[in-house]
């Protein structure tokens, strides 16, 4: 028996040395844990702007901070700009006030006027609200929109590649403004996938023939470099409306 203890602890010291299986969240690099703002900034900024704050865990932005005069270089939105990613699968959860509108980029790069001039956008907005807070009727008939210009339009709505590609109505599960939704994008080379709430509602190739002929004979027909690169930042859209986001995770393909 005096041999057999020394025996059972060398064995178990042998054990708790093994590499344990990784676990599949070790896969996910979180852009945002709820506790900080690290790696984000302004675009075309070197400082994350005074109106987004952390509060209750959520990336927020503060509307009313920007009814202060506040200096900061860049702009309002804002990128993760600690790396850039090509494929990935990124996830995140948002709300949205009544009448409130966002977006989320991808493959940002720097130097233009904003990321909506260069960088696809997974589009955030109050589909049910927004025109009772926005008038766009101007604004729809300036790009093309004779029918019904003061609706919200497919290529609106949240969850569309804005400007590109519909979502699936059949497959769309909002849920209401100041409530939680989830998305997901996927991207690879041979296909992107946009998710809400659990459902993909909708897919495309990039790059492909289709795609280009939605992009040179819509609103991107003037935005030679909209879309074309391969790599780069994340980014979230401020479009003066609070807003908040947790959870913001990607993992990369």
Sequence with gaps: ???????????????????EPKAEDDDWI???????TDGWRAYNGDSLPPQWV???????????????????????????????????ELYLEWKLPPGGNSGIFYHVKEGYDGPPNVAPEYQLIDDENYTKFHDITEYNKSIGYTENPQDLQPLQQ??????????????????????????????????????????MVLSFVPWSEDWYKKKNSGKWEGSPDYG??????????????????????????
């Design 1 to 19: 028996m005096k041999y057999l203890i020394p025996f059972l602890l060398l064995a178990l010291a042998i054990s708790s040395c093994k590499t």
């Design 158 to 199: 949240t969850a569309c590649d804005y400007a590109m590609t519909p979502a699936d109505p059949a497959q769309k599960v909002l849920h209401p403004a100041g409530e939680w939704n989830s998305s997901k994008i996927v991207f690879t080379p041979t296909r992107v996938e946009h998710w809400l709430n659990g459902k």
């Design 54 to 88: 952390i509060k209750d865990g959520a990336l927020t932005f503060d509307a009313e901070v920007k009814k202060l005069d506040v200096e900061h270089q860049g702009g309002r939105d804002i990128i993760y700009a600690a790396e850039e990613f090509d494929n990935f």
């Design 228 to 253: 074309k690169f391969k790599t780069g930042y994340i980014g979230l859209q401020d479009h003066d409306s609070p807003l908040w986001f947790r959870n913001i995770k990607i993992k990369k393909l």
């Design 30 to 36: 979180y852009l945002f844990d709820g506790a900080s």
